[in-house]
C-alpha cells in the first residue's frame, strides 16, 4: 500500500492504493507514518499513485469504526499519523496530482509545503455526509489559508482546482513535476533545513482542538450510522 524509494537526498513516498484512489485505511496510515518519519533524507516526497493524491479516509474503515462505536479511536489513529508526519525530521513536501478528498487534504494539510501540478483538485467533502475532517484539518486549514477561505471550504465542500487553491495558499506552487520542487528543496543544507522547519513549525499544541475533534465525529458518525439503518 504504501511504496518507498530513496532517491540521494528525497525519499518518495507513495500510497499506492489506485484502485481506491489511494484512501487511508488504519492499515495504510500506520505505514505512512512510518515510511516519513523513517526517513534519512533532508527532504520527503509524499505522492499518490494512479492519477489521485488520495480520497482521504477509507470508507470501509468509516464504516467499521460507527459499527464497532469506536470512532474517537478511529479520529485518533489519523490525528496521531497526520503530527507525526507534521513533526518529522525531514522536511515533507505533499506532491499533489489529482484529487485530494477530505483526509488527502488533511494530509496535504500536515506537510511542510504543498506542490500541485495543474491536474490536481481539492475538496473537504465531509460535510455533504454529515461528517467533517476531523484529522487536525479545524485547525490546520484555517492556519494555512485563514479563517474567511477555511470556513468557505468546509461548509461549502465545494472543489477548488489548484490554480483556486495557489491563489489562497493551500498550495505554494503549481508546477508539472512536483518532485523537481522536492529535489531543489534537498539541494540546500540539511542541518539549515531541519532547524528552518523546527523555527518555522513553532507553536503551542493543540490536543484540546483535537480532543474536540474526536468528540464532535463521533458524534456526527454515529447520527450517520442511524441514517443508514
Not at 500510497?15 to 484512501?23: F, G, M, S, T
Not at 456526527?220 to 443508514?228: D, F
Request: net charge negative; with cysteine.
Amino acid at each position: 500500500m504504501i511504496r518507498v524509494e530513496d532517491r540521494d537526498d528525497v525519499r518518495v513516498v507513495t500510497i499506492d492504493r489506485p484502485e481506491k484512489r489511494n484512501a487511508l485505511a488504519p492499515e495504510t496510515l500506520e505505514d505512512l507514518r512510518a515510511a516519513v518519519t523513517g526517513a534519512e533524507t533532508p527532504v520527503v516526497h509524499l505522492t499518490g499513485a494512479g492519477g489521485a493524491f488520495s480520497a482521504g479516509a477509507d470508507f470501509d474503515s468509516v464504516t467499521a469504526a460507527a459499527a464497532a462505536d469506536d470512532a474517537e479511536a478511529f479520529v485518533r489513529r489519523g490525528q496521531e499519523t497526520m503530527t507525526a508526519i507534521e513533526d518529522a525530521e525531514s522536511v515533507v513536501v505533499a506532491g499533489v496530482d489529482g484529487p485530494a478528498r477530505g483526509g488527502g487534504v488533511e494530509l496535504a494539510l500536515a506537510c511542510d509545503v504543498r506542490v500541485a501540478t495543474p491536474d490536481a483538485t481539492f475538496a473537504e467533502t465531509g460535510v455533504r455526509l454529515g461528517l467533517f475532517g476531523a484529522w487536525g484539518g479545524t485547525h490546520r486549514l484555517p492556519a494555512v489559508v485563514g479563517l474567511g477561505d477555511a470556513m468557505d471550504l468546509s461548509l461549502s465542500g465545494r472543489t477548488l482546482d489548484a490554480a483556486a487553491a495557489h491563489r489562497i495558499g493551500l498550495v505554494q506552487r503549481v508546477v508539472d513535476d512536483p518532485l523537481a520542487v522536492s529535489e531543489e528543496l534537498a539541494g540546500n543544507d540539511a542541518a539549515a533545513l531541519r532547524v528552518l522547519k523546527r523555527r518555522l513549525r513553532a507553536h503551542d499544541r493543540v490536543e484540546a482542538q483535537e480532543r474536540a475533534e474526536r468528540e464532535a465525529f463521533a458524534d456526527l458518525l454515529a447520527a450517520y450510522a442511524e441514517r443508514q439503518e
